[in-house]
């Protein structure tokens, strides 16, 4: 026998499944998806312009500096606000109490711009507030000192007020999951109420606290209009002046980047403070919090407390803007008025449907044929959230703007005739970028209607003879219908609500009320923008109502 008959047979190679239909459609979608974030990423490497190079000695000092402060302002306020809501809210009994619960989220419904145009109208120098100090008090305007509302300390206050309840949200939701059996603990050793409270209870929200400003952050950075209209510099109103007063593409591209590091740092401290969550509970029995019945002087000043933020961040606006809003209905609802409804209408309507078939096929995708490839491209498509919309804008508008260039060049060369912009010039890239920013809110959705369907019904449907396709249709999503549900109005709201996007990309001749109410109030026309801006905030209760019915269900054996 020879060597070679003894010598042991080779081993056969593992067989490379090729990747999947579905799984390469998956990854498809999440690619053009996130193509407007790889560009933005792609011109950070681009050489520096004379423009850029202008920016950076003159004012690019001032757009950081703007910004930490006002990051720094803002967390400060929502933070103070939201923690100390959500803990009365947890833990007390106060009149008024079952009320704050839910309408404390109802300044969520409230964009900072139009807050930030009513509180101009109110308090500006020609407004009724000084107007009637003026007349009390028999003073000059220079006689007396008033904050000035246009400034970066109004700013703050004002995303503080409507930003805080992101923070209220997510730690009342870590209020509630705490045991009692762990405060009770900390009383045992000698600690008071304020000394439990910053030392058990504090450190275990802590996570959920960081995720809450860490949204409300991220709105901060991505906001244009009250920033624009107060004249704080920061590089949403950077980028605007440089596409359009300057005309430079890349170098507004290259302060998109710089933004979106500020934007990738906090995406990473929220992660950071998800692992950094080391506090557990030593027990596994969970009693009903004691909600413990305040004194009636004590009792009204936690109402009064939790009265404030509601008062100025909701109430006291939404008051002035309808009172308002009555005075020039006649004038400003008509035509024209219900032509801008119905373009904010469809193109939110279009995104919210567009947003969820992309989303279905990404998150079935990652369920049943997930790679590491495909959960990467799925992630980075879902940075569009976390991102401006000025940054998405820039994102989408060079690469669309140039493949029409290439279209109409050829179209010229070989037939003689142009083609103008098929894409940069129409609605469809105003949908392209809502479908960008909004995504992850459908991605999100998407994926946690699935994670609460068990594998195994799944592969029952299987051995029955269904295909994948099958198995969503008659299966998957009969049983997501309230998460896609969800998933639309929100979507709908967010697109309705977006501005600087809609500023930069919208077709010539084409406004919607976001839009609309911006220019009128840049015109010193806020009356004339109140109607607008009442339409915005009426339809975004919607999504703030359906989150006020869940928030005391966060914890099992709650108690409201």
């Not at 509630?176 to 929200?205: K, N």
């Not at 279905?360 to 590491?372: E, I, M």
Request: hydrophobic residues 55%; positive net charge.
């Amino acid at each position: 026998m020879t060597a070679a008959a003894l010598a042991p047979a080779p081993l056969p190679r593992p067989r490379v499944r090729p990747p999947s239909g579905w799984t390469l459609a998956a990854a498809a979608i999440a690619l053009v998806i996130a193509t407007p974030i790889l560009t933005v990423l792609g011109f950070v490497l681009y050489p520096s312009t004379e423009t850029w190079r202008h920016l950076a000695d003159t004012v690019l000092a001032d757009y950081i500096g703007n910004s930490l402060l006002l990051m720094l302002g803002v967390a400060l306020g929502a933070g103070s606000i939201g923690i100390t809501t959500a803990w009365l809210t947890s833990m007390y009994r106060f009149p008024g109490r079952r009320f704050f619960i839910w309408s404390l989220l109802l300044p969520l419904a409230m964009p900072a711009y139009i807050i930030a145009y009513t509180y101009t109208g109110m308090f500006e120098a020609a407004g009724p507030v000084q107007g009637w100090i003026r007349e009390v008090f028999g003073l000059r305007y220079g006689d007396y000192w008033f904050p000035e509302i246009r400034s970066l300390g109004g700013a703050m206050a004002m995303f503080s007020l409507v930003l805080y309840p992101y923070v209220y949200l997510l730690a009342r939701a870590a209020f509630l999951d705490q045991s009692v059996c762990a405060l009770e603990a900390s009383r045992t050793l000698g600690c008071g109420p304020w000394r439990s409270f910053f030392t058990v209870a504090l450190p275990l929200a802590r996570p959920a606290i960081v995720t809450g400003l860490s949204l409300a952050l991220m709105e901060t950075l991505a906001d244009y209009g009250t920033v624009q209209y107060f004249g704080v510099s920061t590089f949403t109103t950077g980028i605007f002046r440089t596409w359009f007063g300057l005309g430079d593409s890349a170098a507004a591209a290259q302060l998109s980047g710089v933004l979106m590091t500020f934007v990738f740092a906090l995406v990473l401290l929220e992660r950071w403070s998800r692992r950094q969550a080391r506090f557990h509970h030593a027990t596994g029995r969970y009693r009903a919090l004691p909600n413990i019945r305040l004194a009636p002087l004590t009792g009204w000043i936690a109402a009064i407390a939790c009265f404030l933020p509601l008062f100025f961040g909701f109430l006291l606006p939404v008051g002035q803007l309808s009172a308002w809003a009555l005075m020039t209905f006649d004038e400003m609802v008509n035509a024209g008025f219900y032509r801008l409804a119905l373009n904010s209408f469809l193109l939110a309507g279009a995104t919210a449907l567009l947003a969820l078939i992309p989303a279905l096929v990404l998150g079935y995708g990652n369920r049943n044929h997930a790679t590491p490839v495909l959960r990467f491209l799925t992630r980075l498509s879902g940075m569009g959230y976390a991102i401006p919309g000025t940054v998405i804008a820039i994102g989408v508008l060079i690469p669309f703007g140039a493949l029409d260039n290439r279209i109409d060049a050829w179209m010229v060369g070989h037939f003689g005739f142009t083609t103008g912009l098929i894409f940069s010039g129409t609605v469809f890239i105003l949908l392209f970028a809502y479908l960008v920013r909004f995504f992850t809110v459908s991605l999100n959705t998407v994926e946690s209607g699935l994670g609460k369907i068990r594998p195994s019904m799944d592969d029952a449907a299987r051995t029955m003879g269904h295909g994948g396709l099958e198995v969503l249709r008659r299966i998957h999503l009969p049983m997501m219908k309230g998460s896609l549900l969800t998933a639309l109005i929100i979507v709908f709201v967010d697109v309705l609500k977006e501005l600087p996007a809609t500023l930069v990309l919208r077709p010539f001749n084409f406004n919607t009320l976001a839009v609309r109410a911006f220019e009128l109030a840049s015109d010193e026309r806020l009356a004339d923008s109140s109607t607008a801006a009442v339409a915005i905030v009426l339809v975004s209760i919607v999504p703030v109502v359906l989150l006020s019915r869940t928030i005391a269900q966060s914890r099992p054996g709650r108690r409201p």
